[in-house]
């Protein structure tokens, strides 16, 4: 049977970077927060509004993937976006797709594209389909592109967040980013996609909620952050991977991982998913990757960003087998286990 490998990784940043107090000086609710201290966010990279879009940040993450590829735009199949947001400047747009829209920009003329939207776990959906779309042999490489511009939701927050114990308190961590991942069939398991899935708690959508302000011209996020991050949602990633290593004879001590990576919301929460790891799991959770400090929570690009910051340090050496954990809101859990090789950055 045919399976993926993640054969390049691509990202791109915003030009402007900005510390979490200067972010928080722009405050016009009368607000007071230590965002940096409850969430260890330290710096974070927004997009200038008359410069930069989700399309631009797109078509940037696209083309560094590619480069590293070995693969023109034209041998692309299939172009899969998977962002929380799609903007043409600011305003929304559904039709053209972002994926066929970044598609004609890049020059990827032979590629179907379309965009699938999962809130923050948008990138692993992708990688999702388009691994059984390989596994299958309907496309032979494909790529995933994720840009996300969700800064216009801590806008809404630092004119309408009043304390820490606002709903609004969440999007005080987000931040702009775009990944790209170009996946095609495997060779070997010494650089291979070797299993993902992911599942739905549907009953959970409540806990978070973006929507248009009923007070000001924002869009805002509400997030209830007591209930979402309690025990039961933090150690559910935990339980479904316990039961997707069941059910092919293994547990995660045999995994033998080199790395894991989780959901970037903050270094405490990072910490909390790895003491329910280790708990659900009964065994110690490998070396953490994580720049959450550096980067905020930039949304469904946070994994391969991670990823994508430590290959660019030369911090992950090829054969590195690694874990991805994405939780998202919905909510939405899974798992990706992959070993990757010589990804050039």
Request: net charge negative.
């Amino acid at each position: 049977m045919n399976r993926s490998r993640i054969r390049a990784l691509g990202a791109a940043l915003p030009a402007g970077e900005f510390t979490t107090n200067e972010v928080l000086q722009r405050m016009s609710s009368g607000g007071e927060f230590d965002v940096e201290r409850i969430t260890g966010i330290a710096h974070r990279h927004m997009v200038d509004r008359t410069e930069e879009d989700t399309l631009t940040l797109g078509v940037a993450a696209a083309l560094d993937c590619l480069a590293g590829s070995g693969y023109d735009p034209a041998d692309l199949d299939v172009i899969i976006c998977g962002g929380t947001t799609v903007h043409d400047g600011f305003r929304m747009v559904f039709e053209p797709s972002a994926a066929g829209e970044i598609a004609r920009r890049i020059g990827a003329v032979n590629a179907t594209g379309y965009d699938v939207a999962n809130a923050c776990g948008g990138t692993m959906t992708g990688i999702y389909l388009l691994d059984n779309l390989i596994r299958a042999g309907v496309v032979r490489t494909g790529m995933v592109v994720t840009p996300e511009v969700i800064s216009p939701v801590t806008e809404g927050a630092l004119a309408e967040a009043v304390d820490a114990r606002d709903p609004q308190f969440a999007a005080l961590t987000l931040a702009d980013a775009a990944v790209a991942v170009v996946l095609d069939r495997a060779v070997d398991d010494n650089e291979a996609v070797h299993y993902i899935d992911m599942i739905t708690c549907a009953e959970y959508s409540p806990l978070c909620i973006a929507k248009p302000s009923d007070n000001t011209e924002n869009m805002i996020m509400l997030t209830d952050n007591i209930t979402m991050q309690a025990a039961p949602r933090r150690e559910t990633w935990a339980k479904f991977h316990r039961d997707v290593l069941a059910k092919n004879g293994t547990t995660f001590a045999d995994e033998d991982f080199d790395y894991i990576v989780f959901h970037q919301l903050g270094v405490g929460f990072t910490e909390k998913l790895a003491e329910s790891g280790s708990k659900i799991h009964g065994a110690p959770m490998p070396p953490r990757l994580a720049c959450v400090e550096k980067y905020g929570n930039t949304g469904a690009s946070t994994h391969f960003l991670v990823l994508h910051d430590y290959l660019s340090r030369g911090l992950i050496a090829p054969g590195s087998k690694i874990c991805f954990v994405p939780t998202a809101s919905g909510m939405v859990f899974g798992v990706l286990s992959a070993t990757i090789g010589e990804l050039v950055k």
